[in-house]
């Protein structure tokens, strides 16, 4: 009877690709588009606060749909709110 654990070894090998391909493309990726989204977010968050005092009350809907965009590119498409709502759902 084996137990197959000469395979172990093997497991890191090839995961090596999917790590390498996460921490060189996608890492990098994700953190610009989060730096530029939040660039972004943070001068219509400006321009919205000038607005404001002048009495305009246009970029409302913008500033919510930027920063509703920010949210989910920092939860990598939601998917961290995923989790964390399925882990807080009462079990029956």
Do not use: C, D, Y
Not at 2 to 21: E, H, M, N, Q, Y
Not at 38 to 67: C, D, F, P, S
């Amino acid at each position: 009877m084996t137990l197959g654990l000469g395979l172990v070894p093997i497991v890191p090998i090839l995961l090596l690709p999917f790590i390498l391909i996460f921490f060189v493309i996608v890492f990098p990726i994700w953190g610009v588009s989060l730096g530029v989204l939040g660039l972004v977010l943070l001068i219509v968050r400006g321009l919205n606060w000038l607005l404001q005092k002048v009495g305009v009350h246009g970029l409302e809907g913008t500033v919510a749909g930027i920063h509703k965009a920010f949210r989910w590119v920092l939860t990598f498409g939601g998917l961290a709110e995923k989790v964390t709502a399925s882990k807080e759902a009462p079990t029956p």
